[in-house]
């Protein structure tokens, strides 16, 4: 069987492929991404920052027509499997994998955040939390497209919209036993996956769906920055988003995943790590691990001192402003 070794690739018709690029058009595939065009050329053209690699001046020139990219800077370009491959770091057949996953996902979770959103507004004890948590701003709860799941209607919406039931199951929008799998919780659609907080102090904090909880929040909209402050809660991002500091990022965790870790490293910047302050020392142990991995791959870190207890969250949340973290973001060692 000397042609067994290349069956994978070989077995993937070119009428799969060319089926597969027709279902994911690449601009809709960078913008679920994060990407956004600088400027409009001819013939629907679109050019703007290259998402694989520090890019400063856009010379990421996208056709949609066509669904091609090539950058001027560094010299790559291609079809959308090309793409996922290179800003996935992965060979031809994962690619695949990646692009049917989005394929089936991607325009349910849509229509999900989208639901949730327009319950926030229908439920005064959704936003009576967020207030609690600091959230107030409009600007903020648009930018981060903030919903809420009552619970008891998400399955009812989306069988009614034509999605299968199994499908729904499948992702971990309604359990087992066919309710909705988020009850009581602030949602934040994620790059493939939700989070939700629960308001209720009887359910588990935090739930995401099954699968990986992706990359760093919104990283596309400041991996240009050449200082990032990173937090580990969606909370914390969001104080201080509305604060002004908008060269935050969130990791979900004091724990990094390996893509979370190599879009942090992909390019010289100062990073300042503002994760929590345990009582019992854990956030800190994280806070230096976490400190020396990145300092070995050459980025210059900086470890944000909260007063004790304290998250970035509830530090604006007690009356902390905008200057005085910035005082704290300047002492930073
Ligand atoms: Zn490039």
């Given at each position: 069987m000397p042609y067994s070794a290349d069956r994978g690739k070989k077995s993937v018709s070119r009428q799969a492929l060319d089926e597969l690029k027709q279902q994911i058009p690449l601009l809709e595939y960078l913008q679920t991404h994060d990407w956004q065009p600088a400027r409009q050329l001819s013939r629907g053209r679109l050019m703007g920052l290259c998402p694989l690699h520090v890019d400063h001046k856009p010379s990421f020139l996208v056709d949609p027509l066509k669904s091609l990219f090539y950058c001027y800077g560094c010299g790559r370009g291609g079809d959308v499997i090309r793409f996922a491959e290179l800003y996935h770091q992965v060979k031809f057949p994962q690619a695949l994998a990646l692009l049917h996953q989005w394929r089936g996902l991607a325009p349910l979770l849509h229509e999900v955040a989208r639901f949730y959103r327009v319950q926030l507004h229908r439920h005064g004890d959704a936003v009576a939390y967020l207030r609690q948590r600091g959230v107030r701003s409009p600007e903020l709860i648009e930018h981060m497209q903030i919903g809420y799941a009552p619970g008891g209607c998400l399955r009812s919406w989306l069988t009614r919209l034509g999605y299968p039931l199994q499908a729904l199951r499948q992702v971990g929008?309604?359990?087992?036993?066919?309710?909705?799998?988020?009850?009581h919780r602030i949602v934040f659609p994620l790059e493939g996956n939700l989070y939700g907080r629960s308001i209720?102090?009887?359910?588990?904090p935090h739930r995401f769906l099954p699968g990986a909880k992706g990359g760093?929040?919104?990283w596309q909209q400041i991996r240009h920055c050449p200082e990032v402050i990173l937090v580990e809660g969606l909370f914390d991002y969001a104080v201080l988003w509305q604060a002004g500091f908008h060269n935050v990022t969130c990791s979900m965790g004091n724990h990094l995943n390996a893509r979370q870790y190599g879009q942090l490293c992909d390019g010289p910047r100062t990073i300042y790590l503002a994760l929590d302050a345990d009582a019992n020392g854990s956030g800190q142990q994280a806070t230096q691990s976490l400190a020396c991995r990145l300092t070995e791959q050459g980025m210059n870190v900086r470890r944000v001192s909260l007063p004790d207890g304290h998250d970035p969250n509830s530090f604006f949340v007690e009356d902390g402003d905008a200057r005085q973290f910035q005082l704290l973001l300047e002492a930073a060692q």
């Open positions: 929008l309604v359990t087992a036993a066919g309710y909705d799998a988020f009850i209720s102090t009887s359910a588990p760093l929040y919104l």
